[in-house]
């Protein structure tokens, strides 16, 4: 039914939305509806409850109005089987046999330079399901978790995931760094290595691409006083 006052409208959304929440498979299920307005959500039914309950004062008639149709109210009580049980058998032998492999990188980050530190990211990206072990190794020991950093696993919103994985490392050189990832698309675990460059190595590179850039300069230039004298 619709709501029993009158929202004002121009400008602003009115929305319904039904979310069920499982424990355990469909051990225990919950119901929600949650109605917004103007993003802001002023009144939901909760099925751990068995009727309407206001969020905001907004809500409060809402509240009221819904929870004297019993018919009305009987039904929403009814979605935790018709609605919430019912999709689950029907959507999740896709979900549970779904599996999208993650990519994974390793991106270095220098810290303090005096003190040689770091921060190595392991970025796991667009992986499902959610479950998933991430360890670091260095020379093929596993790193004590001290000084491993995990960020909270974010949702993508296309039904995949992703997180980081961080060490705080003071790599020397020979050293060999790396990250495994274990995860339901892989048949074994996945390692991915990173090895630190040595400071003449990066000397060398960073003076062949001056010296790329330099002499790509004077060929254009002399390109453009050839083209001048024809």
């Given at each position: 039914?619709p ?25 225990r299920?919950?119901?929600?509806d ?15 409850r068995?009727?309407f ?40 032998p896709f ?8 990519k994974?990188k ?9 003190s ?8 796991v ?10 360890k670091?190794?260095r ?16 949702r993508?919103?296309?039904w995949?995931?992703q997180?980081?994985v ?14 495994q ?25 960073w003076?062949?691409v001056?010296?790329?850039?330099t ?13 001048k004298?024809?």
């Open positions: 039914p709501p029993p006052h009158n929202l004002p409208a121009e400008h602003f959304v009115y929305q319904w939305a039904s979310e069920c929440l499982y424990h355990n498979g469909t051990e299920v919950r119901f929600l949650r109605i917004a307005f103007g993003r802001q959500e002023f009144v939901r039914f909760d099925s751990d068995g009727e309950e206001a969020v905001t004062t907004l809500g409060e008639p809402d509240a009221r109005y819904w929870n004297s149709q019993k018919d009305f109210l009987e039904r929403r009580r009814s979605e935790v089987d018709a609605f919430c049980r019912s999709n689950w058998a029907s959507d999740w979900a549970s046999s779904r599996r999208v492999q993650p994974v390793i991106a270095p980050s220098s810290s303090d330079s005096s040689h530190n770091t921060l190595l990211i392991c970025n990206a667009r992986f499902w399901p959610a479950e998933i072990e991430i670091w190794f020379n093929g020991k596993e790193e004590d978790e001290s000084r491993v950093f995990t960020t909270d696993l974010i993508n919103g296309d995949t995931f997180m980081a961080m060490l705080e490392a003071q790599p020397e050189r020979g050293d060999v760094y790396a990250c990832v274990e995860h339901a698309s892989f048949p074994e675990p996945i390692t991915v290595q990173w090895e630190p460059q040595s400071d003449s190595a990066r000397s060398k590179m003076t062949g001056l010296g790329l850039v002499g790509l300069v004077f060929f254009i230039a002399g390109l453009s006083l050839y083209v004298s024809q």
